[in-house]
Nanobody, 129 residues
Framework: QLQLVESGGGLVQPGGSLRVSCAAS????????IGWFRQAPGAEREGVSC???????YYADSVKGRFTISRDSAKNMVHLQMNNLKPEDTATYYC???????????????????????WGQGTQVTVSS
């Protein structure tokens, strides 16, 4: 059974940094593209970042230059390093995986989330002074 578990969320002041992580069981994260999404209360889910099986990365314009997605293949994890956080980054952050065979973000139509069928439970990130 495929399972994704996010960790690393918390409360941080504006301008601070956090790293959220996604751990997988039941499959290798290296086998497919992996996406990060976020959803704030009352808002639609938003694609934040995506990483290809090859390592190519994609970012939403709102986080470009501040967030970095990366893989740790040895630990079967994907991380999202978030720097210079802003109050508008406050949301629940989710990692998600598409079905096997979708190894490139363009195949998933990211930042559209419909192709992603395995989701973690989310981790809360709050940016506030």
């Amino acid at each position: 059974q495929l399972q994704l578990v996010e960790s690393g969320g918390g409360l941080v002041q504006p301008g601070g940094s956090l790293r959220v992580s996604c751990a997988a069981s039941g499959f290798s994260l290296d086998s497919r593209a992996i996406g990060w999404f976020r959803q704030a209360p009352g808002a639609e889910r938003e694609g934040v970042s995506c990483i290809n099986r090859s390592g190519a990365t994609y970012y939403a314009d709102s986080v470009k230059g501040r967030f970095t997605i990366s893989r740790d293949s040895a630990k079967n994890m994907v991380h999202l390093q978030m720097n210079n956080l802003k109050p508008e980054d406050t949301a629940t952050y989710y990692c998600a995986a598409p079905p096997l065979g979708q190894f490139a973000c363009v195949m998933t139509r990211w930042p559209n989330s419909e192709a992603f069928n395995s989701w973690g439970q989310g981790t809360q990130v709050t940016v506030s002074s």
